[in-house]
Each structure stands twice: as C-alpha cells, then as structure tokens.
C-alpha cells in the first residue's frame, strides 16, 4: 500500500500578530510576519490530501471553508477557500469521493470547512475522525477559545458519519496519531508513512516556521507550558525519525525538517514532492 501526501493551501486569512505571538515583542515576530496596518500577519490554511493506491482518498482537515458573512471575511481578510476543492479536481477527484476527513481538532480554521454555506456536509460520504476529547470540549469550550468553536461545525458532525477516536493509535491504514493538550484539549498530531517518507501534521502545536523556536507560542495556546513540553518531544522524534514536518499556518514555507544546534531547535525548510 503506497500513500501519497499532497500540502494544500485551502485558503490565505489574516489574524493578529499579537494573538500569533503571544508575549513575543512585536519588534522581533514582525520582521518575519511584517504586520498590515491593522496590525494583522497573513497566514493559510493547510490542509493534506492523502492519496492511497486502493482508491481510498483521505483529508487531513478541512480548513476555513466558505460559511462567512461578509463581516467575517473583513475581519479575517479572508480570501476565496477554493484550493482543496481545486487540488481534489486536479487528481480527477471532487469532495464526493473523499472517503475519510481527520480533524486534528474543531476550531474554524481547521474544520469548518466540512460545511457547505447551505449547511449540508462537504464530504457527504466520508467518515469523520475526531478525538473524544477534542468532540466533547468542543461542545463545551472554556471561554477562552469559544470563538475557535463554530456551533455549526460541532452541529454539522452529529449528522455525519463520525468515528470518534480515544487517546494515540492507528487513524486509518499509515496514519497514526498522536494526542496534544497545550493548544487546546485533544488535538491530534497525525503520522503519514508516506512514499516521500514521514510525514508530521502538527496543526496548531506548531502553527508557523517561526513557532518551532520553544518559547514563541500563540496567546491562543490555552497551556502554554505544555505547549513548550509537547512541541520539545515531537521535534525529538521528527529528528530521530528524520519526519518532515508540515506547518498548518506558515504562508510560505509548507514543509521544514528541524534539528537542534547549539541551545535550540531550528527548521529547515524542504520541498515535499507532490
Ligand atoms: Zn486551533
């Protein structure tokens, strides 16, 4: 069985570059992130197409999708969500054909893609793998991050066909995943043996190129700490894995390789053959 991971940039959208970089002093993140006049950094929504060879076809999110009020385009700079649907044709493929959809976890820009504006589901005839955690705080998020959680994502799910998964394991065949709680509860980091190697998927764990350096973290990280624990372990097992690594937000680089030199982990950008 060969896997064929292909990155997608699904949509480009702005947030905060306060909210980003959380305690990073602006002096420092926007000499890579150059903020607009609003004070907003441009970011994507990446997403993987996971091809297999026995014609089953798997996302791995579903990022921003196209249920925005003109108000909500505004404010995220939000521009057409069109690349997954794009990159699906290219392969002779449309959402009808995509058989698994694996949320890493339920805030908008990662999930909210599974709707359609009129609310029907996008990938009508997959099956839905989402963490037991990550499903149930959703349903009841903390009131931190309960802007992240669109009701009609979480509403959307009971009708589909849902898998819920409990805890790290096998997701489907050659892809695993891994839990996280620092970002938010249950997200999950996926693993592709793929044919252009491993692949890691970390989602918001490590949102940009930039974040891979421990202590830049977003103030959208619910557990900062943690976050730092987690992102130190999964950097230590790219490395000894030699893992490409996939960045679910940076709008210029999709793929790096990291290793640690001197006192911190660096990245290294790396192309990802399609
Ligand atoms: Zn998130």
New binding site residues.
Partial sequence: MALRVIPVVESRFKLDGGAMFGVVPKTLWSRGAPADDENRVQLVCRVLVVVYDDGRLAVVDAGIGESWSGKDRAIYRLEPAGGLSTALARLGRSSGDVTDVILT?L?F??AAGIVRPDGSLRFARATHHVQKANLAYARKPSAKDEA?YRPETIEALEGARLRVLDGPGEVLPGIHARLSNG??KGLQVISIDSTSGLIVFAS?LIPTRAHVHLPWLMA?DNHPLKVIAEKDALFFHCAVEKATLVLAHDPEVAAVRVGFQGDRWLAMAVDLPA
């Fill in positions: 976890h805030h820009d990662h992240s970002h938010t918001d959208y």
